[in-house]
Every structure is written in structure tokens, then in C-alpha cells.
């Protein structure tokens, strides 16, 4: 099992964009991981359409995207043309081919129930294969996420999701439920009123433990 904090797993793979090792390839960036039961699916076309169209967002953010499918780059290329049709924006993230599982078991993507059938396997048999991690330069995992096959994902949420991570990666910081940038803050614990003023300014204290700043933007 994956767990934030844990270092993400590495791995060599073919992809739409050639050969990825993936640390290598991660670099200096934040990334995220988002995959895929297979190619031709209705949910799945969308949601890579979705990532296609926030290409210069996740640029700003300097956050590396990258897609698994588990098949094959042919299938993936031909695929490619059905989403960018549909979602009229260039999808030019790597495409992973994992027809060999390499990266659906090393992030425990897989149904509790999994098997690959040798003949007539359906996008139900890696049902599961709908996840989504983001990952810190450091290479260690700051989010999870598993979605099942009928609820396409709110990449809105996770680019939020994202802003939140940037925000508070290694500051004493946290955002508060439905933070959106630009929101106040939560200030951590870990500095008492005095510490907190003098690094963020002045506090709006709701409770003991739940103190607001501006967000240090």
C-alpha cells in the first residue's frame, strides 16, 4: 500500500512521450499520477480531456503531469486522437504503458477482487485502476485519491487540492475545509500566538486551536 509520506515508487516505463524513468523524469517538479482502467472508455476520455485543458495550469504550478492506462502506447496514441476531438486541447502529457501492471501494483491501484482474464477482459477487471497521487520534488507522496469506475473525477478539486499542497508544504500552515486560494488560513499549532503574529501578521482566533491568517500570497 501507498501512504502519504511514503516515498513514491520508482519505475522504467514505455510511454506515448518514449521511455520515462520516473524520478528522473519527475525531476525538480511536483507531479501527479492519474490512471486508468483502459483505452476507449466513456469516463476515462473525459477525464484525460480534462487534464488536456488545464495544460498551462498545472505549467504555472511547475507540476508534471503523467497518465496510466493498462494498454498499450499503439492503443494509447490512437486514443489520444478521440481526446483531444473531444476536449479540443492538446494532450501532450505522457501516456504510460501498463500492460504489464509495473505501476498499477507497485500503487496498489488494483480491485481487492483482481484477475486479468487470458481472454475477453473489460475494463471491470482493473476497475479500480482510477487513482490519483501527487507527489512532492522530494519524491514522497502528499495525496491519494481512488475513484470507482462510474464517478468521473472533479480536476477542478484536485488542482485546489494542489494550490493547498503548494501553499502548505513546508510552512506551518493548513487550509480550512473548501479553502480556495487566496482564503485565510490555518495556522499550525506548532507556533503559539506570538510566533504566529510575527511570521504571518496579525490572527483571527476562533478557538484555542483554530487560528486564521491572510493568506501569505
Not at 520508482?10 to 501527479?32: C, K, M, N, P
Not at 500503487?107 to 483482481?114: I, K, R, V
Not at 491519494?144 to 478539486?157: D, I, K, Q
Amino acid at each position: 500500500m501507498v501512504r502519504i509520506n511514503d516515498t513514491a515508487p520508482d519505475f522504467t516505463v514505455d510511454s506515448t512521450a518514449g521511455e520515462i524513468r520516473f524520478h528522473e523524469w519527475l525531476g525538480d517538479s511536483y507531479g501527479i499520477i492519474f490512471s486508468h482502467p483502459r483505452d476507449f472508455t466513456p469516463v476515462c476520455t473525459t477525464e484525460f480531456a480534462a487534464v488536456a485543458q488545464l495544460a498551462e495550469e498545472w505549467k504555472k504550478r511547475g507540476t508534471k503531469v503523467i497518465g496510466v492506462s493498462v494498454d498499450g502506447k499503439a492503443e494509447h496514441e490512437k486514443w489520444k486522437r478521440d481526446i483531444e476531438a473531444f476536449g479540443g486541447s492538446a494532450a501532450d502529457f505522457p501516456i504510460i504503458d501498463d500492460t504489464s501492471l509495473t505501476v498499477a501494483k507497485a500503487y496498489d491501484m488494483l480491485p481487492a477482487d483482481y484477475y486479468l482474464p487470458s481472454e475477453g477482459r473489460t475494463p471491470a477487471n482493473t476497475a479500480t485502476v482510477r487513482s490519483v497521487y501527487i507527489i512532492g520534488p522530494d519524491k514522497k507522496v502528499r495525496l491519494t485519491l481512488t475513484y470507482p469506475m462510474s464517478v468521473g473525477r472533479n480536476f477542478a478539486e484536485i488542482l485546489r487540492a494542489l494550490d493547498a499542497i503548494l501553499k502548505t508544504d513546508g510552512v506551518p500552515l493548513a487550509t480550512p475545509a473548501n479553502w480556495e486560494p487566496g482564503q485565510d488560513v490555518i495556522v499550525a499549532l506548532s507556533l503559539n500566538n506570538e510566533e504566529a503574529e510575527a511570521r504571518f501578521g496579525k490572527l483571527d482566533v476562533k478557538l484555542p486551536y483554530l487560528r486564521f491568517a491572510k493568506d501569505p500570497a
